[in-house]
């Protein structure tokens, strides 16, 4: 069985830092490229990035392009997300997921985690 396990979330000041991880296990982590989305308070969840399967092919939202980054350890089946130069408007709930880049692109998943909370305050 699939899963997905993020770790990394918190309360942090705007302009701050916070770094996410996911684990996976039952599967083979470098089969799948590796996506993180979030969810905002009464609004759809949204793509923020992705990564491919050898690390090479990222893509980011243009929200934050030039302040988070994705990166992949496929030896420790993990994937991460840097995030710097929080603003408030980065609150929100962050799954990350496995699939394909092009599934991914669509926002469908073939696995997801449960989330990890992001508050960044005003």
């Known amino acids: 069985q699939v899963q997905l396990v993020e770790s990394g979330g918190g309360l942090v000041q705007a302009g701050g830092s916070l770094r996410l991880s996911c684990e996976a296990s039952g599967c083979t982590f470098s089969n799948y490229a590796m996506g993180w989305f979030r969810q905002a308070p009464g609004k759809e969840r949204e793509f923020v990035a992705t990564i491919g399967w050898s690390g090479v092919n990222i893509y980011y939202a243009d929200s934050v392009k030039g302040r988070f980054t994705i990166s992949r350890d496929n030896a420790k089946r993990s994937v991460s997300l840097q995030m710097n130069s929080l603003k408030p408007e980065d609150t929100a709930v962050y799954y990350c997921?496995?699939?394909?880049?092009?599934?991914?692109?669509?926002?469908?998943?073939?696995?997801w985690g449960q989330g990890t909370q992001v508050t960044v305050s005003s």
């Open positions: 997921a496995a699939g394909s880049l092009r599934g991914l692109a669509r926002s469908q998943g073939d696995y």
